[in-house]
């Protein structure tokens, strides 16, 4: 290929909105240019660089046992309302209405593809001798992302690798799953990454058991919760605390419970601040909807709750905060005071919180706050979860030592959906004994943009870009020194 054949718009200026390494430099290079927020056009350059990660994404896959094929971006919203991810996925899942003669179809642009290959899944295999079976696709994913940010790392509009198992038994799956994070191992070394494998939460595409994979980089979006000495790795809605469940006893050393006026206090910053306090005295309540009923967090002041780890507790399909007017129902008071003395909700607790003696808690009444509420006493726990975000310094579950955090960038995201989506769509085999069952599924998704974005975040020097030989564009730049030798250009 002849330079002058070819477009690289390279710029020497830093671009003013660009905030990270990656997207300065691809930015500067000439493999992409933005065309509104969240979508960017990939130049020659850059689209070859996605072209030489994608053909090690298929070989890999086959090599794997997974056939590829290709499944369309619009989707009919009544998969996603069959399977209630439409709720789960909310305004970040593009929806619109298409007219067809005097009616209005509605339907999706695809984040992911879970619904669409079930579904033809549901209409192919129906024999166990049919399963197990894997397929993939390399395509574009459509998501509202209502802060895109990073260059390519965030955007509306996306390149994925996407791969779905269909399984007959537990062990059919995990035999593929293991078979798929060893593919990705292999993919990401021979793109020239560090990576790093963790632990993590399934979020709205739900399922038993879950890995990232993340490349470590001062500017990744997502935190890791690591420990060197045992290798445990986290992301941060999965990651444990090292804490276990206290014995809960009622103290000897309780003070009277007491109410004191807070007016218009309703943090824990403001309330410490007016009481004179630490945080770490303090009891959050914190009210969610599970499922739609309300449920009372307790996570100790200085902590912070985790939503993942709240759903897991309560065997919940979906967690959020109560709105304001939930929580004035539920509490009697405006947000910002509730409690557990008292309140009339099912109350869950993180493992710091029967250990806080004499506590200081809202008073479920406006400008109002408890001081020394004890467990036992002013409010029943049976028992207590780890909710809480980890924090540097907590103990690793498995070896005891520190916990450190570090940031990261997610490529990949590997899990066991078990049967969420096959029993949502009857997808469904018979056994030897012509006995129904759901089919297992598992799903395997690569951000294939974030593997080019991510070399370019962590493998570059004051000169620009150091590719790996296996992503670079050209592997030979010659530079001809006297440019008026016509024979030399030649």
Excluded at 405 to 411: M, Q, T, Y
Aim: a negative charge; one cysteine or more.
């Amino acid at each position: 290929m002849r330079w002058s054949n070819t477009l690289i718009p390279t710029i020497k200026e830093v671009p003013a909105d660009a905030e990270i390494p990656s997207h300065q430099l691809m930015l500067r290079a000439g493999l992409i240019r933005q065309l509104m927020a969240g979508a960017y056009t990939y130049l020659p350059l850059g689209w070859k660089a996605i072209q030489k990660a994608s053909q090690i994404i298929r070989e890999e896959m086959d090599a794997a046992g997974a056939a590829e094929l290709h499944m369309p971006a619009l989707q009919p919203l009544g998969l996603f309302e069959r399977t209630q991810r439409k709720e789960a996925f909310g305004s970040v899942l593009i929806q619109f209405n298409v007219p067809r003669g005097n009616r209005l179809i509605p339907m999706a642009l695809g984040p992911t593809h879970e619904e669409v290959v079930t579904d033809l899944i549901s209409h192919r295999i129906s024999s166990y001798k049919q399963l197990p079976l894997t397929v993939y696709q390399i395509q574009t994913k459509f998501r509202n992302e209502e802060r895109p940010r990073f260059g390519v790392l965030r955007t509306s509009e996306f390149l994925m690798k996407d791969a779905y198992s269909f399984s007959s038994s537990v062990e059919q799956l995990d035999e593929i799953y293991d078979r798929m994070y060893r593919a990705y191992c292999r993919i990401f070394a021979r793109c020239g990454l560090k990576y790093l494998p963790v632990e993590a939460e399934s979020g709205p595409i739900g399922g038993d058991a879950s890995h990232e994979f993340m490349i470590p980089s001062d500017n990744g979006e997502d935190s890791i919760v690591y420990c060197e000495a045992s290798g445990y790795a986290a992301n941060m809605e999965r990651a444990d605390t090292g804490r276990t469940a206290p014995e809960i006893v009622t103290s000897g050393n309780a003070g009277s419970l007491e109410k004191k006026a807070t007016p218009k206090a309703t943090s824990i910053e403001q309330v410490s601040q007016f009481l004179g306090c630490e945080p770490s005295q303090m009891i959050k309540t914190l009210i969610y909807l599970a499922d739609g009923e309300p449920v009372a967090v307790l996570i100790r002041g200085d902590h912070e709750a985790n939503e993942g780890k709240i759903r897991r507790a309560l065997s919940a399909n979906s967690v959020e905060l109560a709105d304001d007017k939930t929580v004035q129902q539920v509490t009697s008071a405006p947000t910002g005071f509730a409690g557990p003395v008292g309140i009339k909700c099912k109350i869950i607790a993180d493992h710091d919180i029967p250990v806080i003696e004499n506590a200081i808690t809202g008073a479920n009444e406006a400008d109002a706050h408890y001081l020394n509420v004890n467990v036992g006493r002013d409010y029943q726990l049976e028992t207590t979860y780890d909710l809480r975000n980890a924090e540097a310094g907590d103990r690793c579950p498995k070896s005891g030592e520190p916990l450190s955090i570090v940031h990261g960038i997610e490529v990949g995201h590997v899990f066991k959906l078990g049967t969420k989506y096959t029993e949502a769509l009857d997808a469904n085999y018979l056994d030897e004994k012509e006995k129904r069952h759901p089919i297992i599924m598992g799903c395997y998704g690569i951000g294939v943009n974030r593997i080019v974005a991510g070399l370019a975040e962590t493998r570059h020097d004051d000169n620009g870009l150091i590719w790996p030989l296996s992503i670079a564009p050209y592997e030979v730049l010659v530079i001809p020194l006297n440019t008026n030798d016509e024979e030399v250009m030649q």
